[in-house]
């Protein structure tokens, strides 16, 4: 045993079947779909809620991101939620008792062109006033910050400046799932593992009354989707039809290097980043494949593109071993913001559009859709309603999407 296997939990399964009615019903025992349950029992007293995972709780998209926890965003509405999940992350081993190895580290985001640079000075501008802390640098200080980057790009990339974004941060994903599974356990909700929905109950007035499962229906005043790359499918139950696309992400991680690369970096121009696992290996990814798909598997054209890159920019992985590659399939909306709320269809309510940035969500999404829930309100999510397409009302933020 190490620092790296949970010795401390209690996971207090429920033994048995799910019960035949609850309030609410979540389908996805990912970060988003435990947070949601754990917010609903711990800040408003609603424990007859029950989690349904497919598979093992953190199985899909929580357990395949790259960890990568930051707020700087492209539009004011983004900027204001991520820090609220940004802040919430800083408090939460305090707060559920368990070690998610969270660690601030701060986030270089290069430029390599007169033009990406004066995007960079923008975003910084913009992530300042909105309370998110970041500063346009240049490269003296980004070699100070880095000494393992290669300023001159190969010769090729010179990098003109970066946005720094002192709060970015990374946090140990599995840690994350399970402190939230622990919390919702112990306040009263139920999880369940290995329990796939297979459907939608629904009333003589189109209404969504439950969920269909091989352990028989589940009844329940509310259902919540929060299954990542899957949405599509079981929206479709519900007759909801949605602004969303699913793609395949890549990511790998190295062999072991010295404990030496403090930030994390990412880069605009040439679309990869880069940052060190509590383990050492270098973990490096981009964003998503262009085309649609809900391949889980990695593909040697990405790993050779990506390592390419990643050497040009940092010589020293040239020396380094690809270890482990991984895929999730991303829910990612034509807007590249989030979905939360309810939806057209009565008892039905969505958690998706997560795309390549749900995981730094987390805590601030499970925390407001439990608020507006219980509620009925909810400010921070309100711009993120899926009725904002029908007003015409898209919050347009390509910059959510990771390197893009």
């Known amino acids: 045993m190490n620092e ?3 010795t401390l939990l209690d996971l207090p399964w429920q033994v048995g079947d799910p019960k035949p009615v609850y309030d609410v019903v979540i389908i996805g025992g990912g970060g988003h779909g435990l947070a949601t349950a754990y917010y609903l029992a711990t800040r408003h007293g609603i424990t007859n809620v029950c989690v ?8 899909g998209n929580s357990g395949r991101n790259t960890t990568i926890i930051r707020s700087n965003y492209g539009i004011p509405e983004s900027v204001h939620f991520y820090q609220r ?5 800083q408090q939460l081993e305090d707060e559920t008792g368990c070690w998610i190895m969270h660690t601030t580290k701060g986030q270089i985001w290069t430029a390599h062109s007169v033009m990406t640079a004066r995007t960079e ?29 290669d300023i001159t790009g190969g010769g090729r990339y010179p990098v003109h400046g970066a946005s720094y974004h002192h709060e970015g941060a990374t946090a140990r994903h599995d840690r994350v799932v399970w402190a939230y599974a622990q919390g919702a356990l112990r306040h009263g909700a139920h999880v369940f593992q290995h329990t796939p929905v297979t459907g939608l109950t629904r009333g003589a007035d189109g209404r969504v009354t439950g969920v269909v499962t091989p352990k028989g229906n589940i009844a329940a005043g509310t259902v919540i989707s929060a299954v990542g790359g899957h949405v599509s499918t079981v929206a479709g139950w519900a007759d909801v039809r949605l602004p969303i696309r699913t793609h395949a992400l890549q990511a790998f991680v190295t062999n072991a290097y010295a404990q030496e690369f403090a930030p ?16 050492g290996q270098m973990l490096i990814g981009a964003e998503y494949d262009r085309f649609a798909s809900y391949r889980q598997t990695t593909t040697f054209s990405y790993l050779q593109a990506c390592s390419k890159k990643a050497v040009t920019m940092f010589p020293f992985l040239g020396k380094l071993r690809i270890l482990r590659s991984w895929t999730g399939i991303c829910d ?17 309510w969505l958690s998706t559009g997560w795309g390549t940035w749900g995981f730094k969500a987390i805590p601030a999404a499970g925390s407001q ?6 509620t009925g309100s909810a400010p921070l999510i309100e711009p993120f309603g899926l009725d904002r397409f029908a007003r015409e009302a898209a919050m347009a933020d390509p910059s959510s999407a990771g390197t893009r």
């Open 264 to 279: 994390i970096v990412s880069s605009n121009d040439l679309v990869f980043y880069v940052s060190q696992t509590p383990r």
């Open 52 to 59: 349904l995972d497919a598979n093992f709780i953190g199985s």
């Open 85 to 89: 999940s940004l802040e919430m992350y």
């Open 121 to 149: 000075q923008t975003r910084a501008l913009m992530n300042a006033a909105c309370g998110a802390k970041t500063d346009y640098i240049g490269p003296d200080e980004i070699k100070r910050l880095c000494p393992q980057m």
């Open 369 to 374: 859709l439990a608020q507006l829930l219980a």
């Open 4 to 6: 790296f296997v949970e």
């Open 332 to 348: 990612v909306s034509t807007d590249f913001s989030p979905i939360l709320g309810p939806t057209t269809t009565d008892g039905f």
